[in-house]
Each structure stands twice: as structure tokens, then as C-alpha cells.
């Protein structure tokens, strides 16, 4: 069974190659941080350091990217987002949001418009986006995804 250490040195492996790929382009935080989070599912603090000394950038500057823009967060994100714009409450996403809440707890959150208001009422799944979503349909995919897992 391999140990946490051995756990956190192939983490920091992983961080260093992505910083590595990136650290030549242009404006190279926001790829690293993407391609970070989409590893991990999250960007883990540990990281920042690493990131900044790799970018040649200070800690104040990654984590002020970081805390930005929305869709990079320091903890596993939540499993659900159920959107409450105002095209998607018309359209019942309270009752979503209820009803994801009952099933998943702590998570889901709500979100402000993702940009998909002709379809809603809108969720988004495992970052996949669902319109149109009917409250059948709100089970049907958070059974689908407990059956995954
Ligand atoms: S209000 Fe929900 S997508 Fe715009």
C-alpha cells in the first residue's frame, strides 16, 4: 500500500510537469491551474508554492488567481450546481436545487446564471451541463452518477 508521503511526492511530480509545460507560454497561470484542477478536481494549497516558484511568480499572485475566478476552489468542488438566475427560477430550479440538496447535502450550491437560460432550468453535474431539467431527470442523473461511482 503505498504511503501518504509517497501520495504527496507523486502530487508535487504531477504539479511540477504541469508548471514545466506551461511555464514558457504567455500568460501561463491560467492553463497550469486549469490543467491542475482538472487533475485533482480541485488546486491543492501545497500547490501555490510550488506554482509560484515554477511561474516566477509570488504567492500573493497565484492565490489572488485562484480566489478570481469561481471555478478554481482549494477543496474537492461540489458534485452539483444548480442554477438560480432568474430564467432557471422561473422555470422551478428552487425545487431542483431542494431536491439536489436532499440527495447530495453539502454537495451542491447554487450558482447565478451559467449562460444557458433558453434551456431552463439548468444544472450542471460533474462539470457537465444539463438543460431543461425536469425533476425526473434531477434523479435520474444523481442515480446514474451514484451508480458510477
Ligand atoms: S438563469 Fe440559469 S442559465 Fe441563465
Known amino acids: 500500500m503505498p504511503s501518504n508521503s509517497n501520495a504527496l511526492e507523486s502530487d508535487s511530480s504531477l504539479i511540477k510537469t504541469i508548471t514545466e509545460k506551461h511555464r514558457h507560454q504567455p500568460g501561463a497561470l491560467l492553463p497550469v491551474l486549469h490543467e491542475i484542477q482538472a487533475s485533482f478536481g480541485f488546486i491543492p494549497k501545497d500547490a ?4 509560484a516558484e515554477g511561474l516566477n511568480l509570488s504567492r500573493a499572485e497565484v492565490h489572488g488567481v485562484i480566489s478570481f475566478y469561481h471555478d478554481f476552489r482549494y477543496t474537492a468542488g461540489p458534485q452539483a450546481r444548480v442554477c438560480m438566475g432568474e430564467a432557471c427560477q422561473s422555470m422551478g430550479s428552487a425545487a431542483l436545487l431542494d431536491r439536489a440538496k436532499a ?7 447554487p450558482v447565478y446564471c451559467i449562460g444557458n437560460c433558453a434551456c431552463a432550468p439548468n444544472i450542471e453535474v460533474d462539470h457537465v451541463y444539463h438543460g431543461r431539467v ?7 442523473l444523481l442515480k446514474k452518477r451514484e451508480a458510477a461511482a
Request: aromatic share 0%; net charge negative.
Open 48 to 51: 501555490v508554492k510550488q506554482i
Open 103 to 109: 440527495l447530495l447535502g453539502d454537495g451542491v450550491e
Open 134 to 140: 425536469s425533476p425526473e431527470v434531477l434523479d435520474a
